[in-house]
C-alpha cells in the first residue's frame, strides 16, 4: 500500500525548533519529488516547501511565510522526508501535511497526502 | 504573492452541475497549465482529484472535469451526490517556483 506517515508534531513555544519526519512507502521515494502543505485551525490550506527528486538536483523551494526559516531535506536511503522548522513562531500552529508530487522537476500535483502532525507554538 | 480567489461557498442540489472558479493572474493561473483541484472532507487530509488543468487520476469519477480560459480555472462537478459535500481548492504553480493555493471553496449538496 502507497503510503505517508508524518511524526514529530507537538507543542513548543514560540522561537523553538522542531524536526517533522515523513515516512514513505509502498512506492520508490527515490523517484518522487515531495512537497509539504499546512493548515491552521478553521483555515485553508497553505504551500509550505518542496524537495525535488535526486535525479532533479535534490533542490528546493519555499514559500515566502516560511523561507529562511524552513528547512527540507530527504534521506532516500531510508524514504523520509524531512522539514526543519526554526525560529517557529504563533502563527506557525498548523496541521503539517506531506504529499508526493507526481511530478519531479516541478510542484504541481499532489497525488498522495500524509495523515498530517499538528504543530502548536504557544507561550 | 497573494492567494488564488475562490468563491467562498457554493450549493447545489444532487444530480445537478456546479462550477467553481479559480482566478489568477498572467504569473501563475494564466502563464502555466499547472492547476490542480483538490477535494477535502472535515479532519481528512486533502485528495487530488484534477492536475494539469483537466486531466482526472486514477480512481476519480469523470464527474469531475476542469478546465482553464485565461488566468480562470474552473472545476465543474456533474451529477452531484452527497458525498461530494466537501472543501474544495485550487492550486497552480507560479513564476516564483512556488505553489498557491485558493482560499477554497465549500461545496454544500442541499
Known amino acids: 500500500e502507497v503510503q505517508l506517515v508524518e511524526s514529530g508534531g507537538g507543542l513548543l513555544q514560540p522561537g523553538r525548533s522542531l524536526r517533522l519526519s515523513c515516512t514513505a512507502s509502498?512506492?520508490?521515494?527515490?523517484?518522487?519529488?515531495m512537497t509539504w502543505v499546512r493548515q491552521a485551525p478553521g483555515k485553508g490550506l497553505e504551500w509550505v516547501g518542496f524537495i525535488r527528486s535526486r535525479t532533479y538536483g535534490g533542490t528546493t523551494e519555499y514559500g515566502a511565510s516560511v523561507k529562511g526559516r524552513f528547512t527540507i531535506s530527504r534521506d532516500d536511503s531510508k524514504s523520509i522526508a524531512y522539514l526543519q522548522m526554526n525560529s517557529l513562531k504563533i502563527e506557525d500552529t498548523a496541521v503539517y501535511y506531506c504529499?508526493?508530487?507526481?511530478?519531479?522537476?516541478?510542484?504541481?500535483?499532489?497525488?498522495?497526502w500524509g495523515q498530517g502532525t499538528m504543530v502548536t507554538v504557544s507561550s | 504573492q497573494s492567494a488564488l480567489t475562490q468563491p467562498a461557498s457554493v450549493s447545489g442540489s444532487p444530480g445537478q452541475s456546479i462550477t467553481i472558479s479559480c482566478t489568477g493572474t498572467?504569473?501563475?493561473?494564466?502563464?502555466?497549465?499547472?492547476v490542480s483541484w483538490y477535494q477535502q472532507h472535515p479532519v481528512k487530509a486533502p485528495q487530488l482529484m484534477i492536475y494539469d488543468v483537466s486531466k482526472r487520476p486514477s480512481g476519480v469519477s469523470n464527474r469531475f472535469s476542469g478546465s482553464k480560459s485565461g488566468s480562470t480555472a474552473s472545476l465543474t462537478i456533474s451529477g452531484l451526490q452527497a458525498e461530494d459535500e466537501a472543501h474544495y481548492y485550487c492550486?497552480?504553480?507560479?513564476?516564483?517556483?512556488?505553489?498557491?493555493f485558493g482560499g477554497g471553496t465549500k461545496l454544500t449538496v442541499l
Open positions: 504529499s508526493r508530487d507526481a511530478s519531479g522537476v516541478l510542484p504541481r500535483a499532489f497525488d498522495i
Open positions: 498572467s504569473s501563475d493561473i494564466g502563464g502555466y497549465d499547472y
Open positions: 509502498g512506492f520508490t521515494f527515490g523517484g518522487y519529488a
Open positions: 492550486t497552480s504553480y507560479t513564476s516564483s517556483k512556488i505553489v498557491l
